[in-house]
């Protein structure tokens, strides 16, 4: 007699996994260039956000 194996549980991925995935993927760049200029333009330190105040008018964003 030939006997079949048992049947092998179906692994599926969730479908929610890959838009978890991508809202990840483009909201951490976001939170961190928020963050970047929280922490860099309210920065104790002249020097820092002069420093960041300058990157900003080189890269052509007007600030003020």
């Not at 991925?13 to 909201?27: D, M, S, W």
């Not at 929280?38 to 600030?63: E, M, S, T």
Request: charged fraction near 10%; hydrophobic fraction near 45%.
């Amino acid at each position: 007699m030939h006997r079949t194996p048992p049947a092998q549980p179906s692994r599926s991925v969730p479908t929610a996994l890959p838009a978890v995935r991508a809202a990840l993927t483009y909201l951490t760049p976001v939170a961190l260039g928020f963050a970047l200029l929280g922490l860099v333009g309210f920065a104790p330190y002249p020097a820092v956000h002069d420093a960041f105040h300058d990157v900003r008018h080189v890269a052509g964003f007007p600030c003020h």
